[in-house]
């Protein structure tokens, strides 16, 4: 970390801070010399790019390769309607160059993998996690020990929010926590989990206020904690973690190289033949074809549109309700996406059912191929 | 005994949906059971979730990860809190 000269604009803005005797000039000019990388620019990734370009954090990496959707607006804060469409990064500078013009943004327009990871994370002084999935988390997790870089951590899931510091000298991993991540369809995360608006907020602000205190060597951070968020019940619980002996990132030091890891979205393999396309669906249905459409995303998302003449068994209660899923016709199964309904058509496969055909990219591509009356979730 | 074991939503709604269950126990492993024989699918997500090789959820007892503090087989007083913390990736 260096330190950089303040001009009198800068005092003036960073004021409030440098009056803070924890902070001061010293402090303020540290954070100008410091470089924080932000992998995602999404909920979580939105208030701490904007609390850290305010706060005067001079060199901010940014890390993401999504678009602005209209979806993503209840949650990341960082973007603007009018930004539907623009890169995700676009929008991103624009709108911290326009709060703090005295910060330099790096863009990495790219999806972090094994291969580019450690080149990216070297040479900041502070990672801040606020990715979607847990291959590029445990990516980080992994780089970071690897270059001794450390990790802001934070994730949400509904209403529930965790907060961390990883990869510090002396302190625990993301692997000393969970070893290894979920295999794939154990954890709702692509496409049914939902999430509270305001709790990637909470949960940002956080690993924020983490790294300015890692960035100035102020007060406690959470290392070797976690931090539990329920925004149901408004409670928030410290719990130990402790540096594993045996975590084969930071114990052992088995993990010298970094893997991409496919959990989330990956699915189980569907046999040859069991796809259907939006189109031939569309078509078998105007020729009148018998077939029994089944659609395994959870009620609320039934709530909010269904293709007509489905019927819904939730993924998670399909097992329990074969009896209303019958053997003798056709049965062509949907979800949000194609990634749940693929799992419900090797379950059924499994269960002795020989009919059965997952319908790709899912209510979406219906709605966006077929029938654009369908809102979009 | 009564313990509280803290449930996290992904796995609350394999346990009635709820995210707080006060049960009889002790040992942590005995409090877990209580559960897992009300709510079977909770207790088959739970065994599958803390499989060696596949451990994305951590059990604690209070603040403590219970691996540190002797494992499932640790003993509970009455009022102790069993979480069982699970791998999130949302952002």
Redesign the interface.
């Known amino acids: 970390m260096t330190t950089a000269t303040l001009s009198p604009p800068e005092l003036v803005r960073y004021s409030r801070h440098v009056i803070l005797p924890e902070v001061g000039l010293a402090g303020q000019q540290r954070l100008k010399g410091s470089r924080v990388l932000i992998v995602?620019c999404?909920?979580?990734?939105s208030p701490v790019a904007l609390y850290l370009a305010a706060a005067g954090v001079g060199h901010l990496g940014l890390v993401d390769f999504d678009q602005v959707d209209a979806s993503n607006l209840q949650r990341q804060i960082l973007h603007s309607t009018s930004a539907i469409g623009q890169s995700k990064l676009d929008s991103a500078e624009a709108r911290l160059l326009n709060l703090n013009p005295y910060v330099k943004v790096e863009r990495y327009e790219t999806r972090l993998v094994a291969a580019n990871a450690l080149e990216i994370i070297q040479g900041y002084d502070v990672v801040v996690?606020?990715?979607?999935?847990?291959s590029t988390?445990y990516l980080v997790n992994d780089a970071c020990v690897i270059l001794g870089v450390p990790n802001a951590y934070?994730?949400?899931?509904?209403?529930?929010g965790?907060a961390s510091v990883f990869a510090t000298k002396d302190g625990p991993c993301y692997r000393c926590?969970?070893?290894?991540?979920?295999?794939a369809g154990?954890?709702?995360?692509c496409a049914e989990?939902g999430?509270l608006g305001v709790l990637?907020g909470l949960v940002g602000t956080i690993q924020a206020t983490e790294a300015i205190k890692l960035l100035l060597g102020i007060g406690r951070p959470l290392i070797g904690e976690?931090l539990?968020v329920d925004a149901l019940d408004m409670e928030f619980?410290?719990?130990?973690?402790?540096k594993?002996p045996e975590c084969p990132a930071c114990g052992t030091r088995e993990i010298q190289e970094l893997q991409d890891l496919e959990v989330?979205c990956a699915v189980p393999e569907v046999k040859k033949g069991w796809d259907i396309s939006v189109l031939e669906l569309a078509e078998r249905r105007r020729a009148g074809r018998d077939l029994f459409l089944l659609d395994v995303r959870e009620p609320h998302e039934w709530e909010i549109g269904r293709i007509e003449g489905a019927e819904l068994v939730p993924l998670?209660e399909l097992l329990r309700s074969l009896d209303r899923v019958p053997r003798d016709r056709d049965v062509v199964v949907y979800c949000k996406g194609g990634a749940r309904s693929a799992q419900a058509a090797h379950l059924l496969g499994e269960a002795g059912y020989l009919r059965v055909e997952n319908l790709l990219g899912g209510i979406l591509a219906w709605g966006a191929e077929i029938d654009p009356t369908l809102p979009r979730y | 005994m009564a313990i509280t074991v803290n449930i996290?939503?992904?796995l609350a709604?394999?346990a009635g949906g709820q995210r707080q269950h006060v049960v009889a126990g002790t040992t942590v492993r005995e409090a877990i059971d209580q559960v897992t024989r009300d709510y079977p699918?909770f207790g088959k997500?739970f065994t599958?979730?803390t499989l060696p090789?596949?451990?994305?959820?951590?059990v604690?007892l209070n603040?403590?990860?219970a691996?540190?503090a002797g494992g499932l087989d640790t003993p509970v007083k009455a009022g102790d809190d069993v979480?069982i913390?699970?791998?999130?990736?949302?952002?």
């Open positions: 995602g999404g909920g979580l990734g996690d606020g990715t979607d999935n847990f988390r934070g994730s949400i899931y509904r209403f529930e965790q926590l969970f070893r290894q991540p979920p295999p154990a954890v709702p995360n989990g999430v990637p976690l539990l619980r410290r719990l130990k973690v402790r594993d989330e998670g | 996290p939503a992904l709604r394999h699918e997500r599958e979730a090789g596949n451990e994305f959820v951590t604690y603040d403590e990860d691996r540190f979480s913390v699970s791998a999130i990736a949302g952002g």
